[in-house]
């Protein structure tokens, strides 16, 4: 895995009128604080999935942000087990994610996680996404008696 140092951050950031606690509040979740971006800014080692990121909400490119190329593509998720057969299923249906998520009642990105394996399906939703999705219950848990 390779690691970036951020050298162009805080002065993008502040470029764009941005403080440490709006960017991170604003680009991350409730669980970024401005230390983090400070320890970016003061020359911390961030991730790939971190410096895509902050470039994308800042609007310039990972190379303007770490003054450098870029050496690491992300690689795919890969899917196995119940998220591959969902994935399956789903896309033999027609379904978009967004059309599963709305009959579930949840977002289409926990949806999406569920598809990645990031995330164990609740045991309520196995029956509707069988029956929705025109597969055996089995099928979906143990990859067995497809209907």
Same mark, same amino acid.
């Given at each position: 895995?390779? +690691?970036?140092? +951020?050298?162009? +951050?805080?002065?993008?950031?502040?470029?764009?009128?941005?403080?440490?606690?709006?960017?991170?509040?604003?680009? &991350?979740?409730?669980?970024?604080?401005?230390?983090?971006?400070?320890?970016?800014?003061?020359?911390? &080692?961030?991730?790939?999935?971190?410096?895509?990121?902050?470039?994308? &909400?800042?609007? /310039?490119?990972?190379?303007?942000?770490?003054?450098?190329? /870029?050496?690491?593509?992300?690689?795919?998720?890969?899917?196995?087990? /119940?998220?591959?057969? +969902?994935?399956? !299923?789903?896309?033999?249906?027609?379904?978009?994610?967004?059309?599963? %998520?709305?009959?579930?009642?949840?977002?289409?990105?926990?949806?999406?996680?569920?598809?990645?394996?990031?995330? &164990?399906?609740?045991?309520?939703?196995?029956?509707?996404? %069988?029956?929705?999705?025109?597969?055996?219950?089995?099928?979906?848990?143990?990859?067995? !008696?497809?209907?």
């Amino acid at each position: 895995m390779t +690691l970036y140092t +951020l050298k162009n +951050l805080q002065k993008i950031r502040e470029e764009k009128g941005l403080t440490r606690h709006k960017l991170a509040f604003k680009c &991350f979740d409730e669980g970024a604080y401005n230390k983090h971006i400070k320890r970016y800014e003061e020359g911390g &080692f961030a991730k790939y999935d971190t410096v895509k990121r902050l470039a994308d &909400f800042l609007n /310039v490119s990972m190379e303007d942000l770490i003054a450098g190329p /870029v050496n690491e593509e992300p690689r795919p998720a890969k899917r196995t087990g /119940v998220g591959l057969r +969902l994935h399956i !299923s789903r896309v033999n249906m027609g379904y978009s994610q967004q059309d599963v %998520a709305d009959k579930l009642g949840i977002s289409q990105s926990v949806y999406s996680r569920y598809e990645r394996g990031k995330l &164990f399906v609740h045991d309520k939703y196995i029956p509707i996404l %069988a029956k929705l999705l025109k597969v055996s219950q089995e099928y979906l848990l143990r990859g067995r !008696s497809m209907q």
